[in-house]
């Protein structure tokens, strides 16, 4: 069983910042990628940022210059720094890991999801 716990959502305004935490826990035997996904009111579920176990990072060209991803220290937590936000930004946000388990093999596990609100 492996559990993803995203913290660091919350109401800004626009052109302020968060920072999204993820962490993966449980009996995990490699981490592929961790990804962050983040859906808006009536919208469509979309793929934010992506970091690969080497490290690579990919994002959305909405988000390339204005957000980070990057790993903690502990592979298995991964953090979006998120600048200059603006309102349609606002969404909520899901941690997503591919993760390697022992007998089970590769599958993504998603978090419970995160609100991000950015006020204009």
């Known amino acids: 069983q492996v559990q993803l716990v995203e913290s660091g959502g919350g109401l800004v305004q626009a052109g302020g910042s968060l920072r999204l935490s993820c962490a993966a826990s449980?009996?995990?035997?490699?981490?592929?990628?961790m990804s962050w996904y983040r859906q808006a009111p009536g919208k469509q579920r979309e793929l934010v940022a992506t970091?690969?176990?080497?490290?690579?990072?990919n994002y959305v060209d909405s988000v390339k210059g204005r957000f980070t991803m990057s790993r903690g220290n502990a592979k298995n937590t991964v953090y979006l720094e998120m600048n200059s936000l603006k309102p349609e930004d606002t969404a909520v946000f899901y941690c997503?890991?591919?993760?390697?388990?022992?007998?089970?093999?590769?599958?993504?596990?998603w978090g419970q999801g995160t609100q991000v609100t950015v006020s204009s």
């Open positions: 449980g009996i995990i035997f490699k981490i592929n990628a």
């Open positions: 997503v890991a591919n993760v390697v388990t022992i007998g089970v093999g590769a599958r993504d596990y």
């Open positions: 970091i690969t176990s080497g490290g690579s990072t």
